[in-house]
């Protein structure tokens, strides 16, 4: 999906936000010069993820490493592991365990520090408090749940830390309901930000549900033409795709695969694109979206 200019002015914003406690102005300037640079020269079909990374490089090179995410990580696969007991049998219970299993899902998304500054304790509670009381777009879940009882395979393509505690429950529910149903879930390649991998899919247990593996890319998203041959495979390959978080919907959109994405709408632009409110969530399918990746209304 081409990168809005909303996107530019975001990504722009936030490199100056992180470079302000630096004292030298020049390695400032020439730092922001390049991140210019970098997005003038993009080509069409570069996103918002792919840039980030082009970005990321960047900074690396003026700056060194930047924050590391690890305590974080950990802090937060810790705190949904937690919570993970209780969210399983709240699903169990629930009067249509599906769409209960993916608002969970969905609402793990929060933990997302890529989109936003602080991911905050109490806001993160509040959203699992209310999961289960959520519903997803019920026209959406009549077509998902046709694609499951077909069978074939299924990428679930993860986003965040912790976040993939609550997408481990809903593969567990979608293998008990649909034993037909091959799963593969796929994390990112290597250490982006709060980005789920493989260490997190170890750590988590969702490798003793369902084969993951890496990407291939540092890329906050799947950018197709970037990723491993064996994560091309295995999505081209897939009878269904399910997409966690903005990264992989601002890099798949437009592709052509059966995708439903699966996410919450946390920065400006997503609220106003899918006419959210702030953390509003989303569950729809490809082709309920326009060439720009705006919601087409019914």
């Known amino acids: 999906m081409r990168i809005s200019a909303a996107c530019i002015q975001c990504m722009v914003d936030k490199q100056s936000e992180n470079i302000k406690d630096f004292e030298d102005e020049q390695i400032k300037s020439a730092y922001l010069k390049e991140v210019l640079r970098i997005i003038g020269s993009s080509r069409e079909e570069d996103t918002t993820p792919v840039l980030s990374a082009c970005v990321q490089k960047a900074y690396e090179k003026y700056f060194g490493k930047s924050v590391d995410y690890s305590p974080i990580k950990h802090s937060f ?11 399983r049998k709240e699903i169990e219970a629930a009067e249509d365990p599906l769409s209960c299993a993916l608002s ?3 609402t793990g998304n929060y933990i997302d520090f890529g989109a936003l500054r ?3 304790g109490s806001v993160l509670d509040m959203l699992v408090r209310e999961a289960g009381k959520k519903q997803v777009d019920k026209d959406t879940l009549k077509r998902f749940e046709g694609d499951l009882e077909k069978g074939g395979s299924l990428v679930y ?7 993939i505690v609550l997408d481990k429950l809903l593969i567990e529910f979608l293998r008990k309901q649909y034993p037909d149903l ?6 990112r390649g290597e250490a982006v930000i709060n980005d789920a991998t493989v260490e997190d899919a170890k750590e988590t247990g969702l490798t003793d549900v369902v084969p993951v593996i890496g990407n291939g890319t540092a890329i ?9 041959d064996e994560a091309s495979r295995l999505i081209h390959g897939a009878d269904m795709i399910i997409s966690k978080g903005q990264g992989n919907f601002e890099s798949l ?3 052509g695969l059966n995708i439903y994405y699966l996410f919450l709408c946390k920065c400006d632009w997503f609220v106003r694109r899918f006419r959210m409110e702030k953390n509003g969530g989303i569950f729809i399918h490809e082709s309920a979206l326009g060439a720009d990746g705006i919601y087409i209304a019914k």
């Open 182 to 187: 091959r799963i593969t879930a796929i994390v």
């Open 220 to 228: 906050p998203g799947t950018s197709l033409r970037d990723i491993s």
């Open 104 to 106: 969970f899902a969905r």
């Open 157 to 163: 393509l993860t986003d965040n830390c912790g976040e």
């Open 118 to 120: 602080e991911v905050e």
């Open 253 to 255: 959109h437009g592709c």
């Open 77 to 87: 696969n810790k705190k949904m592991q937690l919570a993970e007991e209780g969210i």
